[in-house]
Each structure stands twice: as C-alpha cells, then as structure tokens.
C-alpha cells in the first residue's frame, strides 16, 4: 500500500546536516519526495512510497542526526502525487 506524509520539523534543524541527513536516508529506502528549509526555521519533509519504508522514514527523522536537536514534529497525510525521486530543495 501506498503513504504519503508530509513532516513540519522544529529545533535545531538548520545548519546540522539534516537535509542531507534525509535525503540519504530516503535514497536506502527507497522512498520518493523532498525535504527543503522554510524560512521561519523549521524543515519541511514530505514522504511518500510503500507504507513501511515511509513509516521507517518517519522514524528515521524523529530521531535526526547528530547535533539536531527536536522540539515539535507535526504529521500530517497527504495525497498520493507519484514523485520520481527525493530531491534535496533549499532557501
């Protein structure tokens, strides 16, 4: 089965590698979309693929990388938008 989610992370989430951090993660387990800096600090990702790898993604991003240091992750479902790749995008 098919998941989408779009993840809004606060904290120290910029400047700690974190995009990269997904990215990496997301190219293992094979889950499509982006994650990108918004301006007010926080970092927006959004998952999509077969439903466990995108809830191992989940996980993999609540924890984050070294250095990152978590305050709020709001979740929220999305619709299913058949993306290609995951792409790194920045402010």
């Given at each position: 089965?098919?998941?989408?989610?779009?993840?809004?992370?606060a904290g120290t989430v910029q400047g700690v590698f974190?995009?990269?951090?997904?990215?990496?993660?997301?190219?293992?387990?094979?889950?499509?979309?982006?994650?990108?800096?918004?301006?007010?600090?926080?970092?927006e990702v959004f998952l999509e693929g077969d439903s466990?790898?995108?809830?191992?993604?989940?996980?993999?991003?609540?924890?984050?990388?070294?250095?990152?240091?978590?305050?709020?992750?709001?979740?929220?479902?999305?619709?299913?938008?058949?993306?290609?790749?995951?792409?790194?995008?920045g402010i």
């Amino acid at each position: 089965m098919k998941k989408s989610i779009r993840l809004l992370i606060a904290g120290t989430v910029q400047g700690v590698f974190f995009r990269r951090f997904v990215k990496d993660n997301a190219d293992k387990n094979d889950v499509k979309g982006f994650v990108r800096n918004l301006e007010d600090g926080r970092l927006e990702v959004f998952l999509e693929g077969d439903s466990e790898k995108v809830d191992t993604m989940i996980s993999i991003c609540k924890r984050g990388p070294a250095h990152s240091n978590l305050r709020k992750i709001e979740e929220k479902e999305e619709h299913f938008q058949d993306f290609k790749d995951f792409k790194m995008m920045g402010i």
